[in-house]
């Protein structure tokens, strides 16, 4: 399993903290990038998966990203799914989607017919704990941010297009807290 550097810290870091004085602490790119490789290792180790089809990254921020899988990744805008990829594929990796795209149900759904059982469906999305809309850092290019209720609603949903939760869950601050929000990660596998 591949180690995730810690920050020692436990809580996310303040508006006026100097990320530059922790230099362990993740930027949003290398913290999704190594919670990706971490559930693919995981995943592969648990369905003992020995996959020669290809990943796919939606990334709707257009973050760095390397393929954990058996090749590299490019990665598609979101709205353009349906004439680009051809199934199947072992795994998607969904980096900020969910939360700026109009239809979240739509993209599972899509996601579904896309992997074959066992699929592994990894995807972050902007999270936070707060009261009223979202006027978050960056909140003009997001459709929507998530709260722990719309986070449970998501679960539902990816429940019903056919998928299950993978792994438990993880509260652990990794690193890189964006203003006044953070990034959450839900890690899926297609039943």
């Not at 058996?70 to 939360?99: N, Q, R």
């Not at 990816?158 to 959450?184: I, S, V």
């Amino acid at each position: 399993m591949t180690d995730i550097p810690h920050t020692g810290l436990t809580l996310p870091l303040s508006r006026t903290c100097n990320l530059l004085d922790f230099p362990n602490c993740l930027t949003v790119a290398g913290w999704q990038q190594l919670l990706a490789l971490r559930a693919w290792t995981a995943w592969v180790e648990s369905e003992h998966v020995r996959t020669r089809e290809p990943s796919l990254c939606v990334n709707a921020l257009g973050l760095p990203f390397v393929a954990p899988g058996p090749t590299p990744i490019y990665a598609p805008p979101a709205d353009a799914l349906d004439e680009v990829i051809e199934p199947p594929v072992s795994a998607v990796f969904g980096l900020s989607v969910l939360d700026h795209i109009g239809d979240p149900v739509r993209f599972l759904k899509r996601m579904a017919t896309l992997l074959p059982p066992p699929g592994l469906l990894f995807l972050t999305f902007a999270f936070w704990d707060a009261e009223g809309p979202d006027i978050a850092a960056g909140h003009q290019g997001r459709t929507r941010i998530y709260d722990v209720h719309s986070w449970k609603k998501l679960i539902i949903e990816a429940r019903k297009a056919g998928f299950q939760n993978f792994g438990g869950h993880d509260w652990m601050y990794h690193g890189d807290k964006l203003e006044d929000h953070t990034l959450a990660s839900l890690v899926l596998t297609r039943r």
